[in-house]
C-alpha cells in the first residue's frame, strides 16, 4: 500500500486512539466531501480494513486511510492537530493545498 504524506501531532495520536478504542475499530479513514459554501469538508470515518486504492499513513500504531482520489489535490502534506479549551474540543486541519475557506471554517477549496 502507498504511503501517505501527512503528519499528526501528539494530541491527533491520543485522541484518535482514544476513539478507535471506544469504536472497537482499527484505522482512520479520513475522505472529502462537497459541502458548505466553499467546496469541500473533511469527513473522519472508523474503519477496519483498507479499501482498493487506499494509501496509508502510520502514526505510533495508528493507521489512516485515505482515499487516492483526494490525495494529490487536496490532501497531500496535511496536519491534523486536536485542540481543547475550556469550551470546546475539536480535530483542527492545517492544510498546504488550501486555496479558500468559508466563513465558519467548516469548508474549503483546494
Known sequence: MKQAEI?????????????????????????????????????????????TGDLAAEFDGLTIYIAEQFYDDA???LEIDYQEDMLSSSFVF?????????????????
Not at 478507535?20 to 458548505?36: D, H, I, M, T, Y
Not at 492545517?94 to 483546494?110: D, H, L, Q, R
Open 7 to 51: 503528519n499528526l501531532t501528539p494530541a491527533a495520536i491520543a485522541q484518535f486512539a482514544k476513539k478507535l478504542k471506544e469504536a472497537n475499530k482499527q484505522a482512520v479513514r479520513l475522505s472529502l466531501r462537497e459541502a458548505g459554501c466553499s467546496g469541500l469538508e473533511y469527513v473522519l470515518d472508523f474503519e477496519d480494513k483498507a479499501e
Open 75 to 77: 490532501i497531500k502534506g
Open 94 to 110: 492545517n492544510n498546504p493545498n488550501k486555496k479558500g475557506e468559508c466563513g465558519c471554517g467548516k469548508s474549503f477549496t483546494a
